[in-house]
């Protein structure tokens, strides 16, 4: 069972986390209806390393752009440094938001945002939110093109991705939207500012609750990395092709259904 309940784990974690419904939500939710314990803030954020590792292989040509220094064209070149930079500003209010209320509310998600009710009214929230940014107009805004500006009011909302319910890749990808993003690149960009954010936020976990680790056992946590680090795979490929043709609308649906069946097992 314990093998079983670590695999599922992984597979809520890797079908959930790029897809713009909420891991931590369905973390939570999905265990509580099952009757399986509630993996918490810990495990939860330990085996989003299996994401992490997926959102690394999927991307891995245009990682090894960024790290090339052989590109031919200055105007690529430039672009590549831009990017870079434009992740490194945009990681910075989830990292400033999430190490606040790590170092000095260590109990806040736990005790309110956590709860499933917080949860349910989150979900509706962002299910208008989302509404609003598929009935956008069309975007011009690209990765080639962008200002840091723009990449900067992304990362802004990146980090109420820290609260239960948001979705980090729908609220990202909604802003950029809503700012006049392209479908395709808004997805993109989203998914590449989660490198930093998602293993800051796995590594910050791993270190805070090492004295913990002894009550994981490896083996079953171990199944739970491959089958969120697959599922993951499966999620990005789907979101990418789904959602630059189809926007956000199925998601939309989704999330006002899974808010009322919350509200209606309190």
Request: hydrophobic share 50%; with cysteine.
């Amino acid at each position: 069972m314990e093998y079983l309940e670590f695999i599922l784990y992984g597979i809520i974690q890797g079908l959930t986390e790029f897809i713009p419904v909420s891991s931590t939500a369905h973390l939570k939710v999905i265990s509580s209806l099952l009757g399986l314990n509630d993996p918490g803030t810990s495990l939860s954020a330990i085996i989003q390393l299996g994401s992490v590792f997926a959102l690394i292989w999927y991307f891995r040509n245009d990682i090894l752009k960024l790290k090339s220094q052989s590109t031919i064209k200055i105007s690529d070149n430039f672009i590549n440094l831009r990017l870079l930079r434009s992740i490194f500003f945009s990681t910075l209010p989830i990292v400033f938001l999430g190490g606040s209320i790590k170092l000095y509310f260590p109990y806040f998600f736990d005790n309110i945002f956590r709860s499933n009710l917080s949860i349910a009214i989150v979900s509706l929230f962002m299910a208008m939110f989302m509404y609003i940014a598929d009935s956008s107009k069309k975007g011009f805004i690209t990765i080639s093109n962008h200002k840091y500006r723009d990449s900067f009011l992304i990362g802004c909302s990146q980090a109420f991705a820290v609260f239960p319910g948001f979705s980090r890749s729908g609220v990202t990808i909604s802003t950029a939207l809503i700012s006049g993003w392209e479908r395709g690149n808004a997805a993109k960009f989203s998914f590449l500012l989660g490198i930093p954010a998602i293993s800051l936020a796995a590594i910050v976990e791993f270190i805070s609750s090492f004295n913990k680790l002894s009550s994981f056992t490896f083996i079953p946590l171990f199944f739970g990395l491959i089958s969120t680090f697959f599922s993951s795979l499966l999620a990005i490929d789907f979101l990418l092709k789904y959602f630059s043709s189809n926007g956000l609308k199925i998601f939309i649906i989704y999330r006002v259904i899974f808010a009322v069946v919350i509200l209606l097992n309190l």
